[in-house]
Structures are given as structure tokens and as C-alpha cells.
């Protein structure tokens, strides 16, 4: 009798260690997925503001108006996509290097790399598309030649115009 019920003993104790084995490699896979998921999720939260998907143009604007004004001046247009916050844009305007401009583009006149000087702008609140801002200079030191125009979008430090224009 004692070999029957040590028989049955050990074919029990059996069964039992394999239920235990699956149990520990389920619990280890959902371990594992979690801490995994949890990463993926904690690294897509970290990415910020994304940059605007607008079109944009920049020309020159002098004939707009005329040279008994004596402005040059600078058109962006909006030909599609994203409508923008002007208080979220940066003009940039460089001649060979040299910084000219670089302020928000939403104010009526903008400070100068070495002080101040009269750029006019008629841009307010929403740019959406088919509108046009005119950018227009006073003084006379804005003189013609080629320049290079940057617009950046603040929040997402992206570059959305960095072209180069002629005003006559």
C-alpha cells in the first residue's frame, strides 16, 4: 500500500509545478508589457507643440505703394493650410548676413537688431488662407537689393518661410 499512495503523491506535486511554471510566464509576459507600454506612453507625452502646416509666400510689395511713398515693402501671403496667430510669429529680415528685423510679427512696429526703426505691419489676431500681411518700411535704411525673409512659428521653433526677395 505505502507504494500506491507515494505514486499518487509524486504524479500530483507534478501537476501542480507545471500549473506554477505557466502561471510565473503569463505574469512575467504582463509585466513585461506593462513596463514597456507605460515607457511608449510616457515618451510620446514629451514631444510639444507640433509645427503649423501652412504655405506661405513672401514678394516684394513696392508697387502697392508707389514710390512717392517712399516705403519698401514686403507681402506674406497665406496660400493654404493651418490658419496662424500672428502674436506666435517671428519675422526675421537679414541683407548679407546682417540681422535688419527679428520681432513678433503682430506688433505695429518692431525693434531693430540696434535699436529702434519703423517697420509698419498690418497684421492682427488670425493669418488663414488667402489673407495677405504687408510689411512696410519708412525710414529709407530698408534699401533695395536681395534680402532673406524667415518667418518662425514661436511655440514649435519651426521655420515656416526662409526665403530670399528682391525689392526694387
Known amino acids: 500500500m505505502l507504494p500506491d499512495s507515494a505514486d499518487r503523491l509524486g504524479s500530483e506535486s507534478r501537476g501542480v509545478s ?8 503569463v505574469g512575467i509576459t504582463v509585466l513585461l508589457g506593462a513596463v514597456v507600454g507605460s515607457a511608449a506612453l510616457h515618451l510620446g507625452g514629451d514631444v510639444g507643440p507640433t509645427q ?25 501671403t497665406h496660400e493654404g493650410g493651418d490658419d496662424l496667430e ?18 513678433i510679427l503682430a506688433k505695429d512696429t518692431y525693434e531693430r537688431e540696434n535699436g529702434y526703426a519703423p517697420l509698419e505691419s498690418d497684421a492682427s489676431g488670425k493669418f488663414a488662407s488667402g489673407q495677405a500681411i504687408t510689411v512696410a518700411e519708412q525710414s529709407g535704411e530698408f534699401a533695395p537689393g536681395k534680402y532673406r ?9 519651426s521655420l515656416l518661410v526662409d526665403e530670399e526677395v528682391k525689392i526694387n
Not at 500672428?86 to 520681432?103: C, E, H, P
Open 18 to 25: 507545471n500549473v506554477i511554471g505557466i502561471v510565473m510566464l
Open 52 to 76: 503649423p502646416n501652412a504655405q506661405l509666400a513672401v514678394e516684394d510689395a513696392s508697387e502697392l505703394v508707389g514710390e512717392s511713398a517712399g516705403a519698401n515693402v514686403l507681402e506674406i
Open 86 to 103: 500672428t502674436t506666435g510669429l517671428r519675422l526675421v529680415i537679414r541683407q548679407d548676413g546682417d540681422v535688419y528685423y527679428n520681432a
Open 149 to 157: 525673409i524667415q518667418l518662425i512659428h514661436v511655440d514649435s521653433d
